[in-house]
Antibody
């Protein structure tokens, strides 16, 4: 069974930093691209960042570029999101999500599995 | 960025058909691939993949869910609607980066 468990969220002051983690199990982590997606309270979904299986390709939303860093440790089956210069508008539930796979075994840019999320609140 | 537009809410009766639409600001299809995907999110839960590439049912999803469409217009159909289907439904495109989501359609009971 695929499991993704996020941690590291909490209350942080504006301008400070926070690092999120996502521990993966139930699949070969090193074979899949991973993503961070966030949801502000009562709002919709916003893609934040993605990283390919070998970390060769990394992409960010414009809203976080230059402030957030996505990374992974395939030996530890763990995905990370280092967040710096946090703003009130970064307040959200942060989900990690695995890329999809067709029945023919072809990977695709949809989000097949999601963790339960970790809440980040940026407030003074 | 590609903007996806969904109606905010849809009221439906149990046992009836629900049709949820998603319109993209530009085509999200490449050759035979329609790069639109659908998710279900219940209150307090993470989103769950229902449909990928417009019409492919994700693993473990009941056959009463189906998807269709191409180009800029896509539809998620639930037939018949069951009480467990009351949730918010999001479309998502992967035609261009950044991947974007629709604003969500909240399925409500009539």
């Amino acid at each position: 069974e695929v499991q993704l468990v996020e941690s590291g969220g909490g209350l942080v002051q504006p301008g400070r930093s926070l690092k999120l983690s996502c521990l993966a199990s139930g699949f070969t982590f090193s074979n899949y691209g991973m993503n961070w997606i966030r949801q502000a309270p009562g709002k919709g979904l916003e893609w934040v960042a993605s990283i390919s299986s070998s970390s060769s390709y990394i992409y960010y939303a414009d809203t976080v570029k230059g402030r957030f860093t996505i990374s992974r440790d395939n030996a530890k089956n763990t995905l990370y999101l280092q967040m710096t210069s946090l703003r009130s508008e970064d307040t959200a539930l942060y989900y990690c999500a695995r890329e999809g796979l067709t029945t023919e075994g072809i990977k695709g840019d949809w989000f097949a599995y999601w963790g339960q999320g970790t809440l980040v609140t940026v407030s003074s | 960025d590609i903007v996806l537009t969904q109606s905010p809410a849809l009221a439906v009766s149990l046992g009836q058909r629900a049709t949820i639409s998603c319109r993209a600001s530009q085509s999200v299809s490449i050759s035979r691939y329609n790069l639109m995907h659908w998710y279900q999110q219940k209150p307090g839960q993470q989103p769950k993949l229902l449909i990928y590439r417009a019409s492919n049912l994700a693993s473990g999803i009941p056959a009463r869910f189906s998807g269709s469409g191409s180009g800029t217009d896509f539809t998620l159909t639930i037939n018949p609607v069951q009480a467990d289907d009351i949730a918010t439904y999001y479309c998502q495109q992967s035609r261009e980066s950044p991947p974007t989501f629709g604003g969500g359609t909240k399925l409500e009971l009539k």
